[in-house]
């Protein structure tokens, strides 16, 4: 968990403007999580759009990776205050899972839910026109284990506790829940650039 008072490294003048406040510029990708890695196997992996305990889409790895891809590259930012520029990802876009299950989102609000059973909440409207995506690929490559392949969701407008990794589905939900770390104490939205790092901020 990110701490108060801590300020980071001060930024070259050149970075300083697409760095968030409160964020540092590292080259590494830090591996951060709750627990070990889980051991998910491609031939039995599954991603479901659910409506509470609904499911209204699912698809297997096969059928995932012949969807339309979409790609995006540009800055991360981890609420443990540490920022990467230019990343590359690519995957299947929200908009994309919708347009193939053939449904309009059903609610306001979902939970994205991950195999080691990890949750956050994300407004349905972070996640439409173009804003976010079901990434599988980072710098060309498979993501790997430690950073939450097979497949990792990627909002990378917010706090990347938000960007769940080893993602299994979207759960809508009626009210806005809060998911692992919003209900110990993070931010329940987590923009980066108004530092929404806590409850209250």
């Not at 096969?62 to 609420?79: K, S």
């Not at 609000?109 to 026109?129: R, S």
């Amino acid at each position: 968990m990110a701490t108060r008072g801590f300020t980071g490294r001060r930024p070259p003048e050149a970075t300083r403007e697409r760095l968030p406040p409160g964020q540092y510029l590292t080259d590494d990708f830090p591996v951060l999580q709750i627990g070990p890695n889980p051991q998910i196997d491609l031939a039995a992996w599954r991603f479901t759009l659910r409506e509470g305990a609904r499911p209204l889409k699912s698809w297997s790895w096969d059928a995932f990776q012949a969807l339309p891809r979409t790609r995006w590259g540009g800055d991360i930012h981890c609420v443990t205050k540490w920022s990467k520029f230019d990343t590359a990802w690519e995957g299947v876009s929200f908009d994309d899972l919708l347009a193939d299950a053939g449904i309009a989102a059903p609610t306001d609000y979902l939970l994205a839910e991950g195999y080691d059973d990890y949750t956050t909440n994300v407004p349905v409207a972070d996640l439409t026109g173009g804003k976010a995506m079901v990434a599988t690929l980072y710098d060309g490559q498979p993501i790997p284990l430690d950073h939450g392949g097979p497949a990792r969701l990627l909002v990378p407008h917010l706090y990347f506790w938000k960007s769940a990794k080893w993602v299994k589905g979207l759960r809508f939900t009626a009210r806005d829940e809060a998911g692992f770390w919003e209900l110990r104490g993070y931010h329940m939205y987590g923009d980066p650039w108004r530092e929404q790092r806590f409850t209250g901020d």
